[in-house]
């Protein structure tokens, strides 16, 4: 059975850049869907953006500006950074594995916080 | 505010059915599948629904999905208290191109 396990430093202080892995156990990246979320209580749950199958990315566009993704099939592990932090950032974010219509398998979310 | 429009809360008592709307538009919901996702407070969302209708291995039959137009409606029956969450609607936003979820609808079994 795939699983997710997601890491990375969880108190930021504004400006700084988060940097998040998803470690994928037990399945392949390849042709899957691999897709970041974060979920805050002003927000509730937004997709912040995905890695397709043939690499391609897509951002969404309200943080194009601020976030990167990338893959490393050799590691069998995608990662996210997203960078000018500010309050508003605060909240889980999680790495999930899906489709182009859903995402199946989710980690277990890392709690960042944006403080200073 | 959400693109998919939920209602906060529903409520129903144990062994009955409950429905849960979500709202969209032609950019959304009208145009593209529906996936829904159960959240236990203090867990990661899980895939309830996907392609409108369709259940991953492993979720009951109890668990059901439909659509029409821009709404999809989630129907659980034989309610047991271990189906309070939240629950969230999502599709694809072909105008904002991005995917988008509902604001959620927190179920209680009373």
């Known amino acids: 059975q795939v699983q997710q396990q997601q890491w990375g430093a969880g108190l930021l202080k504004p400006s700084e850049t988060l940097s998040l892995t998803c470690d994928v156990y037990?399945?392949?990246?390849?042709?899957?869907?691999q897709t970041w979320i974060r979920q805050s209580p002003g927000r509730g749950l937004e997709w912040l953006g995905e890695i397709d199958q043939s690499g391609s990315i897509s951002y969404n566009p309200a943080l194009k500006s601020r976030v990167t993704m990338s893959a490393d099939t050799s590691k069998n592990q995608f990662s996210m950074k997203l960078k000018s932090l500010t309050a508003a950032d605060t909240g889980v974010y999680y790495c999930?594995?899906?489709?182009?219509?859903?995402?199946?398998?989710w980690g277990k979310g890392t709690t960042v916080t944006v403080s200073s | 505010q959400s693109i998919l429009t939920q209602p906060p809360s529903v409520s129903a008592a144990p062994g009955q059915k409950v429905s849960i709307p979500c709202s969209g538009t032609s950019s959304t919901i009208g145009n593209n599948y529906v996936s829904w996702y159960q959240q236990v407070p203090g867990t990661a969302p899980k895939l309830l629904i996907y392609?409108?209708?369709k259940r991953p291995s492993g979720i009951g039959d109890r668990f059901s999905a439909s659509k029409s137009g821009t709404s999809a409606t989630l129907d659980i029956t034989g309610l047991q208290t271990g189906d309070e969450a939240d629950y969230y609607c999502?599709?694809?936003?072909?105008?904002?191109?991005?995917?988008?979820f509902g604001g959620g609808t927190y179920l209680t079994v009373l």
């Open positions: 392609d409108d209708n």
């Open positions: 999930a594995r899906g489709s182009d219509y859903y995402m199946e398998v």
């Open positions: 999502e599709t694809w936003d072909s105008s904002l191109s991005a995917r988008v």
């Open positions: 037990g399945g392949s990246l390849t042709g899957f869907f």
